[in-house]
């Protein structure tokens, strides 16, 4: 279980780095399409991304016996 | 009580009169004055009645109980007062001699006065009426106390008249009636004999007597007859025949006399001898008695009969005598008057008639003559005085007769009476006799009466004593029976008890002898059990620092093999989890070091607990485990309270308990996490209770082990 914990925090943390920086990249995006270069478009897509892996990260605590699944491709 | 009531009336008054001052003194006075006494009177009389009634009820209550008792029931409070003027009321202990000494008191006052009543007034029911008054009183005194003594005697007497009630056996019974036979018969022989003998005798004597007087009768009347024949024809002979006949007679007389007081003292013996007789008082002497007595009776009365008709005859004699004498006594005269005159002439001068002279014969003739004369004289004055000797002898004949009457009425009455009452002894005797008969058949009738009811009586006793004989009988029977019984049943007892001890002697023999058989047996098992179990135990020590042992498995078969008969080896052995049987078990060191490891994330997430926690609890947590610091082991307490219930004291007690090798507390203390530090440490947990799982089941196999052969192995 401690290895369990120290996964989850893995996981948990990787998550939130990929949503933050996919926010952030969307927010960028946006920002640059849509909101003529203003900063709070990356800021929102930024904090979005990290709330959602906080949140993920969050539940995931929240709900141990979630079990994660895992697709396996046969070979 | 009165001056009381006086003046409170007064006073009352004075108060009324005080209330209307304004009336007029006068009437005031007047009013008072008239209702004061108006008043007075009134309570006056009340009062006065009520007392005189209370103490007529209180005297009349002191004599008279029941009314106290009444009016003490009736009236509430009324006994206190009694109690206070009487004093408390008497039980009636006697109360029935109070009222006996009451009704005399009363007969008697009654009596007095009835005397007094009869004395003044002499009046002769009265009189009458005391006399049956004291009579009463008498009697009602005596009854007072004859009751008493009455009392005490039928006690007293009772027991005494029990005795003589008892009923004499047969056999005295019967002796005394063929006694008292005995003695009726001797006593009637006796009687019977006496009497005949008697009756002999006297019928005797009265014949002798009755011959005698017939005799002198017989006598007699020769007598008289030679007399008269005597006096007419004047012969020598007859004279001397006369004189023979009276000698007879005489002789005949004092023959019949004497006769006759032999034949009345006999009669007067037999009937003393009747006399005794009778007294006796028995029936069957009676007619014997009866008999005798007629006889007596027919002989007295021909006794009566033959003396009479020799009076009768001795007074004809009498009379024929005093005439004769009268005659002799004339001749006799006759004679001297011829002899005075003619001197030389003696007697028998008829014979004379040549020897007399001429002056003789005219002084004869005129002596004649002048007898004739005389005689004449005699005669006319004798005719003239005949009536008057007529009458004086009819007088004196009536006299006689009449004394004669009278003595042959009493004797004929006295003879009648005899016969009446002879014929009332016989009717007597007969009526005796039929209501004897009677009774005898009554008695017998009873006696047969009594038979049949004695009869059935001892039929129903026979019935009930056999009943109750049959009844002892069957119980005694069923007593000996059921000893009987016992006395078998124990003795089977007895031999059944020595079969079985014998039986169950001879099984303990081979029981022991089965037995230390089953023990080598035993032993030999215990040892096979104990070296697979030592084996068992031996693998659980191979193991490395952080690699579980080997699995457990082929040694648990094999001491499952060297136990396959005992179930609780058995039951050991399969208690072993499988998770150490397949994979092993970690030993003690290497949950030490993971532990070790496992603290610092666990304190990490020591403040995570069930609820919704956030990642800022996260943060926190992980804050208070920098921050935080405990000692690295800590003894754990006896006992845990609250606050030693924190993750981080816990852990510290747990470290120190695995440092000092107590696995098992270190995972009791560690079972007390919750919360993320509980998820976090399961694993271990779960690890620690294996190997203590499986160590338990060791240590207790061995220690079965241990026990079995230390138990088969022999003591010396």
Redesign the interface.
Known sequence: MAEEHGRKWDRCLADTAVKTVTGLGVGIVFSVLLFKRRTWPVAFGSGLGVGMGYTNCQNDFRLPYLIHGRMVKDQ | MLRACLRGANATARNNCRRNPLTSVQHCRHYTAGETSGATKVVAAGLLTVSSGIGGTILYAKWDHKFRAAVEKNVPYSDLLFSLALGPSSQEGLPIKKQVKLAIVVRCVFVTFLYCYGVCFENEVAFCVYMFALEECKECHDHKDTPVTAVVHPNTESPVAMEPLKERPVEEVAARLAQQDQEEQDILASVSASLEESLASSAKTTLQAIGAQEAALQAITQHTHKLKEAMEAEKSAQWKDLEAALANRTCAMNDASTALLKANETLGSLKSVIDKSKGLNIAAVHPLVLAAEENLHNMIVDLDKVVTKVQSAESEAKIVSQYSELVNEAKQQFQREVSSLTPEIQANWKGLTGKLSADDLNALIAHAHRRIDQLNRELAEQRVREQIHIDAALEQQKLEDQKALEKAVNTTLQHVKEEARLEQERKLGELREVMEAEMRTQLRRQAAAHTDHVQDVLKVQEHELRAEAEQVLSSKMLEQETRYRQLNQEQLDNFTLDMNTAYARLKGMEEAIDSHVVAEEEARKAHQLWLSVEALNYTLKTTDSDLPTIPLKSAAEAVRDSCHDNDFALALASALPEESLHRGVYSEASLRARFN??RS?ARR?AL?DES????YQ?FLSYLQAALLFEDEQKAPPTQLSREDLDPFKLLSYASYCLEHGDLELAAKLVNQLRG?TR??????LTEARLTLETRQVVSLLSAYANAVGLGTTQAP
């Open positions: 490891s496992l994330l997430v995570i919704h926690n956030s990642l996260y993320e998820r976090v440490v399961e694993d271990w």
